[in-house]
């Protein structure tokens, strides 16, 4: 009987550790070289909230420190002149709002002041940012 070479079938397969090297160095790369853009922040504790929710839109945002000072957007700011600078700000808002984010500890008569430099500066809506506690529900 005559014997017929048979063609030997060779497996051929694809290394793509190299591959899963270059992109994990690649990924290495762009994390270590972004830079990531923060909030500018200043240091308050908010008080606490069971039924806070977060809420996006254009507004303006005053700070108020433990210590008295007062903050739009960033800059420092007296509270005399509050109402004329706010008001600026809010002219070229399409819905002027504005938020407070106030440390609990800060003074409530301060807190008061700022309100009522918000609402004479013209000031369509404004809102008090607070954290919600975890671990509790509502009652």
Known sequence: MIEFAR??????????TPLVDVVFLLLLFFMLSSHFVAAPTIKIALPDSKTSE???KEEVLITVARD???FLDKDPI???GLQYSLMEKLKKMKKPAVRIKADR????GLIVNVVDEI???GAGAFS???EKKRGEGIR
Do not use: K
Request: aromatic residues 0%; positive net charge.
């Open 7 to 16: 063609r030997q079938r060779r497996h051929e397969h694809i290394n793509i």
């Open 54 to 56: 977060p809420e996006v």
């Open 68 to 70: 008295g000072a007062l």
């Open 78 to 80: 007296m509270l005399s």
């Open 105 to 108: 500890e800060a003074r409530l």
């Open 119 to 121: 609402r004479l500066s």
């Open 128 to 130: 008090i940012e607070t």
